[in-house]
């Protein structure tokens, strides 16, 4: 077996957390056990392109017991468990190209390496993987069946590139199924970038401003769980919906301009670029910490940082420290990249739960209506997505009511009125 790891000693310790994260996985587990007797995914060829996690290690069993042969490699160089890749080597015999801290050239050697076994299915997270399967002309004849997306970043580049009809394969739009950004997006993202800040820094969050920079889904769950831990939030968008649903849920609402004079830490949420530049560096207080928790690190404008910067050094693991002009400081945490998966661990098991569902039934899902599906972004369908609610719901212990025939009949007719 071929894979590229950095320490396959770390396997035990790897194999420890991927258990741990099974244990609150309790919908994948159900899918798994029926992926067992039905092998669903039988001789499949699946390439994926994720984060390197323990709950991505879960999701790969998933996949290998419903019959599929699984290559994994990162989708980000600083978000690897280089003993979760170790464990998933040694102990479940799964090829992974990863290493956490992986250069440019690296990074897409492993995603070469991975598309190289030929896969009928592509799972992506931020869409790399099929970006390179539509520029390297090597892949250009792969006969992919169809490809799943985890992210709000990946959708939207694949739905442009089915807009501008260059998309050469179906995909499935995991992100958009409600039991995955309901929760992973919001909840998710929420406890797993605060975790990752105060992992890299130790700073008090109660008293401190933080700019919270775009109010999507994950945005609004930075704000929620700041504000949850005593910080005064403040919400920049480009969005009015969205900007009057922030206000209105007690946040101040303001240019990036006027928060840059005002905020302790920064969180960019966008999915866009240069969100905090030049002119914002320019009046941020002293001491000021910037970080990022959209897919890409292009939110936070560092090449113009770095010309700004007189003095730079590490002052902790994930934090460099850039002395501007004025010997004011700027702490930059995990070089703008993904600071929950770089300095903290992703979102936890329970809600990747749901996410990765989603991923193993639209898997099966595009075996099944392969020779069906055209060249476009399809929705993950609405029953799995509700299978999925059931189940979770169930797993979690709770019993909801149920609409009685008399209250079927009333939302079915239109006579009924005052
Ligand atoms: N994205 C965010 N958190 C994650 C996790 N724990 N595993 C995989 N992908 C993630």
Same mark, same amino acid.
């Not at 060249?375 to 009511?401: C, N, Q, S």
């Given at each position: 077996m071929r ?12 194999r ?5 994260a ?19 995914l ?11 996690t323990a709950e991505?290690?879960?999701l790969m069993r ?6 599929? *042969?699984?290559?994994?490699c990162a ?7 280089? %003993?979760?890749? /170790?464990? #998933? =080597? &040694? ?18 050697? *492993? ?10 299915i592509?799972? %992506?997270?931020? /869409?790399? #993987? =099929? &970006?390179?399967l539509?520029?390297?002309p090597a892949?250009?004849?792969?006969p ?7 992210t ?12 501008h ?5 179906? =995909?499935?739009?995991?992100n958009?199924?409600k ?5 992973d997006n ?7 970038t605060l ?6 820094t ?9 700019? =919270? ?20 939030v403040i919400?920049?968008?480009v ?11 007690g946040?101040?609402v ?23 530049q ?11 910490v ?10 936070i404008d ?38 929950n ?12 739960d749901?996410?990765f ?10 075996v ?8 476009k ?8 997505d509700k ?14 009511d ?10 079915s007719?239109?006579?009924m009125?005052?």
């Amino acid at each position: 077996m071929r894979y590229d790891i950095s320490n396959k000693r770390l396997a035990p310790i790897g194999r420890q957390r991927i258990e741990w994260a099974e244990r609150q996985m309790d919908v994948l587990r159900v899918i798994r056990e029926q992926f067992v007797s039905e092998k669903p995914l039988a001789g499949v060829h699946i390439a994926a392109c994720l984060h390197v996690t323990a709950e991505t290690a879960n999701l790969m069993r998933t996949l290998k017991a419903g019959g599929a *042969h699984v290559v994994l490699c990162a989708s980000n160089p600083l978000s690897t468990q280089d %003993d979760v890749a /170790a464990s #998933l =080597v &040694s102990h479940y015999g799964i090829p992974v190209y990863a290493r956490k801290g992986e250069n440019r050239q690296t990074y897409f050697s *492993h995603l070469t390496a991975a598309l190289k076994v030929g896969p009928n299915i592509t799972m %992506d997270d931020g /869409a790399d #993987l =099929v &970006s390179l399967l539509h520029k390297d002309p090597a892949f250009r004849a792969l006969p992919v069946w169809g490809s799943t997306e985890e992210t709000t970043t990946g959708v939207i580049r694949l739905k442009s590139m089915e807009k501008h009809g260059v998309l050469r394969m179906p =995909v499935v739009a995991v992100n958009d199924a409600k039991t995955k950004h309901f929760f992973d997006n919001r909840y998710g993202t929420g406890q797993s970038t605060l975790d990752g800040i105060i992992r890299a820094t130790n700073i008090l969050i109660a008293g401190k401003v933080v700019v =919270v920079a775009g109010y999507g889904w994950c945005g609004r769950g930075v704000a929620m769980r700041a504000r949850g831990l005593g910080a005064l939030v403040i919400v920049t968008e480009v969005d009015p919906l969205k900007s009057i649903e922030a206000a209105l849920d007690g946040y101040q609402v303001m240019p990036m301009s006027r928060a840059a004079r005002l905020g302790d830490i920064f969180v960019t949420l966008t999915g866009n670029i240069n969100v905090i530049q030049k002119e914002h560096f320019l009046t941020m207080k002293d001491n000021a910490v910037v970080c990022n928790s959209g897919h890409f690190d292009v939110e936070i404008d560092l090449k113009t940082l770095r010309t700004m910067t007189i003095k730079k050094r590490q002052v902790r693991e994930f934090v460099i420290e850039h002395t501007i002009r004025g010997r004011r400081k700027i702490n930059v945490l995990a070089e703008g990249r993904l600071i929950n998966l770089a300095a903290a661990e992703g979102h936890p098991p329970s809600v990747m739960d749901m996410s990765f569902a989603n991923q193993a039934l639209a898997a099966e899902f595009v075996v099944k209506h392969r020779r069906k599906l055209e060249k476009k972004v399809y929705p993950v369908p609405e029953d799995i997505d509700k299978r999925i609610a059931a189940l979770k719901l169930k797993t979690m212990g709770i019993t909801i009511d149920k609409l009685t025939a008399e209250q079927k009949e009333y939302l079915s007719s239109w006579h009924m009125g005052t």
